[in-house]
């Protein structure tokens, strides 16, 4: 089994920046491409930025495309998203996750790995 465990989130002003970490643990061989997604009250959990294994190749929404960089360290087993000029419109839970992929994923479906979420809340 893999386990991820997500972390970073909080409360931020409108135009702040917070960066949030998903540490793995368990069977880190079944951890391929990874991705954060976030899930506002009432509205559907969507992939904002993927990555591949490697690192290489990465994939953003066009709500964060110029504003959020996502990142791995694969030594660490950690999982990046940093976010600058954060608006009210990011609030949401954030999830990472993974799949058992090397190329970048872009469905919800093939990621079989799922963290339990942190809240980033952004104020105006």
């Known amino acids: 089994q893999v386990q991820l465990v997500e972390s970073g989130g909080g409360l931020v002003q409108a135009g702040g920046s917070l960066r949030l970490s998903c540490v793995g643990s368990?069977?880190?061989?079944?951890?391929?491409?990874m991705g954060w997604f976030r899930q506002a009250p009432g509205k559907e959990r969507e992939l904002e930025a993927a990555i591949d294994l490697a690192g290489r190749n990465t994939y953003y929404a066009d709500s964060v495309k110029g504003r959020f960089t996502i990142s791995r360290d694969n030594a660490k087993n950690t999982l990046y998203l940093q976010m600058f000029g954060l608006k009210p419109e990011d609030t949401a839970l954030y999830f990472c996750a993974a799949a058992p992929y090397f190329n970048l994923q872009m469905s919800a479906k093939e990621y079989k790995y799922w963290g339990q979420g942190t809240q980033v809340t952004v104020s105006s």
């Open positions: 368990g069977r880190i061989a079944s951890i391929g491409a």
